[in-house]
């Protein structure tokens, strides 16, 4: 059974860097695994991801230069960093992973997700 399970969220301020990371099992190094967010009303959208086994990234526009996806060295945590963060980023953060997605696609598997409010 896969299980994701995420940890990092919480109060912070405007301009401030953040860590997420999400521990994994049940699931192989193929995977890709990844982030979306849900801010308060409005749709869930993609956040980053990346391919376990080759490390090939990718994230939306808005991102882009402000969030990095890893792995960590033993391969065992799929950590987020996201810097200067703003307060319309506002959201519930949330693990995502499989097997037979895109990096950019949909995911079967979902971690229960992270508060992470920013204070303006």
């Known amino acids: 059974q896969v299980q994701l399970v995420e940890s990092g969220g919480g109060l912070v301020q405007t301009g401030a860097s953040l860590r997420l990371s999400c521990a994994a099992s049940g699931i192989f190094d193929g995977d890709n695994r990844g982030w979306f967010r849900q801010a308060p009303g409005k749709e869930r959208e993609f956040g980053a991801a990346?391919?376990?086994?080759?490390?090939?990234?990718a994230y939306p526009d808005v991102v882009k230069d402000r969030f990095t996806i890893a792995r960590n060295n033993a391969k065992t945590l799929l950590n987020l960093h996201r810097h200067s963060l703003k307060p319309e980023e506002t959201a519930v953060y949330s693990c995502v992973a499989d097997s037979e997605s895109e990096l950019r696609g949909q995911y079967r598997y979902w971690g229960q997700g992270t508060q992470v409010p920013v204070s303006s």
């Open positions: 990346v391919s376990w086994a080759v490390g090939v990234t």
